[in-house]
């Protein structure tokens, strides 16, 4: 018999994402830039999570965030976030420095999700848990 070792977190030098059990979420932190499979294979990650725990949220954590790939940006757009939508998460929230230099490009992606999920930008992970319970 085979013993099944669930893996609920992904860690690299780029990103680390992992499933909350106490908040039912599943945070993904940037930390430094990425392309490419540094950048898909969190993301893909994250979105297995979502389907693994039904009725958790998704929480990027973006306060190390950086501009895109324009080539990430057409795959988040035509791969991952049609593979979100067909999990129950319902809320997703981005965690973001008060100053932000990214904003433009985390306007872009906050107008993609909405399309799919009710979406909030807030400056902690504290005030994402407060949002999502809320809701």
């Given at each position: 018999m085979r013993k099944i070792i669930e893996i609920n977190d992904f860690d690299s030098v780029y990103s680390h994402v992992e499933y909350i059990f106490e908040d039912d979420i599943v945070l993904l932190t940037w930390k430094k830039f990425c392309s490419k499979k540094n950048y898909r294979n969190p993301t893909t990650f994250a979105v297995d999570l979502l389907n693994r725990y039904p009725g958790s949220n998704f929480v990027v954590d973006a306060r190390?965030?950086?501009?895109?790939?324009?080539?990430?940006?057409?795959?988040?757009?035509?791969v991952l976030l049609p593979a979100m939508s067909k999990t129950d998460c319902k809320i997703v929230v981005f965690i973001m420095n008060e100053v932000n230099d990214i904003i433009s490009e985390m306007n872009m992606w906050t107008k993609e999700f909405k399309k799919h999920f009710i979406v909030k930008e807030v400056t902690?992970?504290?005030?994402?848990?407060?949002?999502?319970?809320?809701?």
């Open positions: 190390n965030g950086f501009e895109d790939e324009s080539d990430d940006v057409k795959w988040g757009f035509s902690n992970y504290s005030a994402a848990v407060k949002f999502i319970v809320e809701q």
